[in-house]
């Protein structure tokens, strides 16, 4: 308990603007679900012949996995806010479409019979007898959409839009840290109960209000929203810095902001926690973030997808600073010196009792040993790809995990060896082996400024200030920065101001 306390206070502002950002996405979707399902369903109630193809429509769209759908949108939406609102949209709409309609629909047919009588027309009908007697069963299908989507919402984080799914995000990533996964996920929970209790209340009073109940939930949906943009509007923003899931990326963009906002006019926001690389890229080309850091190998390998020409680290940069010119008008600044490649880990345990020292020692123990690999090094040929083909293994047992869960896999016995990066704080923490390449599998892999050519051209002056990191950060420097920042709980910016200013980049 008094470790999850010291995390509650240290993430303080962290956690009001995360659940801020939950809440106000959770309710921009629903008023986007509550603008499209309630005149649909009404509409469906006078065509009934296509009320049940339609609902079916909107069933079917609910049970597509979230991520499915999150993927889905990226190519057209790119990352960030919108495509996490319009997923979440799509979820919410069954249930306000289906009450909306089968509300109106069970209307006793005497009373419609009556109204009719009276001289009513059918819009007349609707508005004065039958939406008022439905708008009960109507507020039970906005509350349970409402609970529907303050759920889905934490997986927003996996595309950069933000809300408490980021805690959670975090503590995965940092080894299933637990408090960090409570921090995000009891805020969530708390969330959906307090909007469903007042969802409820708006429930009971619908009975007697009538339409007009939808119309108050709506105008307080939409103040809450707007209120940051009336009391604190944000300045404008030149350039937008993203970065990759964890710790490091985190604080290469801070110092990337620091030194900008140091040495120009230029005014940076930072997306941290973008996602897995092809989501970052993607954000990159879509023109939703201007800068990331990315490593030379993932460039050459990933992006390019070419082998390395050399080993040698100014030649592999070379490469990668020609190719993504040509294939994508990207330019690569100057890259740093710590090199992040990957690495294939053990425990000492496990390498002294299998005498475990080069990767194509793990051939004899193949159909024994229980492989944890990222799914991303599992499908790279910089990965397990590649290990398949240049150390002939085939690895009976691999499970495929989060970078976050494999070391705490390892650590727990589930797993044999992990797919690992050199200059992840872990590798210290749990004294974990790294077994040589001598194939030269992996290319090196240092961190440098990525970004389009207009971005360069539009502001030349980024190319002199980003390239002061170049040669700078080392391995060990790097390991204990990330180290401060997942053991020690610093924020990335605090690491990241005192290394600009110790290296004099920075003015205290």
Do not use: C
């Amino acid at each position: 308990m008094n470790e999850f306390l010291s995390v509650l206070d240290q993430r303080q502002g962290q956690l009001l603007e995360t659940t801020w950002e939950h809440l106000q996405i959770s309710l921009i979707a629903l008023i986007f679900a509550v603008i499209i399902s309630v005149p649909l369903g009404l509409l469906l109630t006078r065509y009934q012949r296509v009320a049940d193809p339609v609902i079916g429509v909107s069933a079917v769209l609910q049970t597509i996995p979230s991520l499915a759908v999150l993927a889905f949108l990226i190519p057209f939406l790119g990352i960030g806010k919108v495509p996490a609102i319009v997923a979440l949209t799509i979820y919410g709409l069954l249930p306000i479409l289906r009450n909306t309609y089968t509300g109106v629909k069970e209307v006793s047919p005497p009373l419609k019979e009556a109204a009719t009588a009276m001289g009513m027309n059918s819009f007349k009908r609707l508005t004065k007898v039958e939406l008022p007697i439905a708008m009960p069963v109507i507020m039970a299908g906005i509350r349970t959409s409402m609970v529907l989507i303050v759920g889905t919402t934490t997986i927003a984080a996996l595309i950069g839009a933000g809300g408490l799914g980021e805690l959670i995000l975090l503590g995965i990533d940092r080894g299933a840290d637990i408090n960090l996964i409570i921090l995000g996920a009891i805020p969530a929970a708390l969330l959906a109960i307090i909007l469903d209790i007042i969802l409820r209340g708006f429930e009971k009073i619908s009975a007697k209000s009538g339409f007009k109940s939808i119309i108050v939930l709506m105008l307080a949906a939409i103040l809450i929203v707007a209120a940051p943009l009336m009391v604190n509007p944000s300045k404008g923003t030149d350039l937008v810095i993203g970065g990759k899931l964890g710790s490091e990326p985190a604080i290469l963009i801070n110092m990337y902001k620091l030194l900008i906002e140091e040495e120009s006019d230029l005014n940076v926001a930072l997306e941290p926690g973008l996602g897995k690389t092809a989501f970052v890229f993607e954000a990159l080309q879509g023109g939703e973030i201007d800068i990331y850091p990315e490593f030379t190998g993932t460039a050459l390998v990933t992006h390019l997808d070419q082998q390395a020409e050399s080993n040698d680290r100014q030649e592999v940069y070379q490469q990668a600073k020609q190719g993504m010119k040509e294939e994508y008008n990207m330019e690569f600044l100057q890259p740093m010196a710590f090199n992040n490649t990957y690495a294939v880990a053990t425990t000492q345990e496990m390498a002294e009792e299998y005498n475990l020292e080069e990767i194509g020692d793990l051939k004899p123990i193949e159909d024994e040993i229980t492989a944890g690999f990222t799914l991303e090094f599992t499908n790279r040929y910089d990965g397990y790809v590649g290990m398949q083909e240049v150390y002939n293994l085939d690895i009976d047992n691999i499970r495929t995990m989060e970078p976050g869960i494999r070391e705490q896999a390892l650590a727990n016995g589930e797993v044999d060896v992990i797919d690992a990066y050199a200059t992840d704080s872990y590798m210290v923490e749990l004294g974990l082996v790294t077994l040589d390449d001598p194939e030269n599998l992996f290319p090196p892999y240092q961190g440098a400024p990525l970004m389009r050519e207009e971005t360069l051209e539009k502001y030349p002056e980024l190319e002199g200030i980003l390239n002061q990191l170049g040669g700078k950060i080392t391995d060990q420097e790097m390991r204990q920065m990330n180290y401060q920042v997942d053991y020690e709980g610093r924020t990335p910016n605090e690491v990241a101001r005192e290394y600009l200013i110790n290296e004099g980049l920075l003015e205290n």
